[in-house]
């Protein structure tokens, strides 16, 4: 899940909100969808393990017996 060049993004707020939203519904299902495993999850969405791990955090994704 890689965001696309900023020339192809409006520059206002509301498109970066959009943005957001999309991502973050995106690892919530990829989070279900593997059963809360975080490693398919990230090669589902293109990511790294560590990249994902950024993501939840700041998301508020992150369960707290995982922090």
Do not use: F
Request: hydrophobic share 30%; net charge positive.
């Amino acid at each position: 899940l890689r965001r696309p060049p900023r020339s192809t993004l409006s520059s206002s707020s509301a498109a970066s909100d959009v943005y957001k939203r999309q991502e973050k519904l995106c690892i919530q299902t990829a989070i279900e969808t593997t059963n809360n495993n975080k490693a398919a999850a990230a090669e589902m969405l293109g990511l790294s393990r560590q990249s994902l791990y950024v993501k939840l955090h700041k998301y508020g994704l992150v369960d707290t017996e995982e922090s």
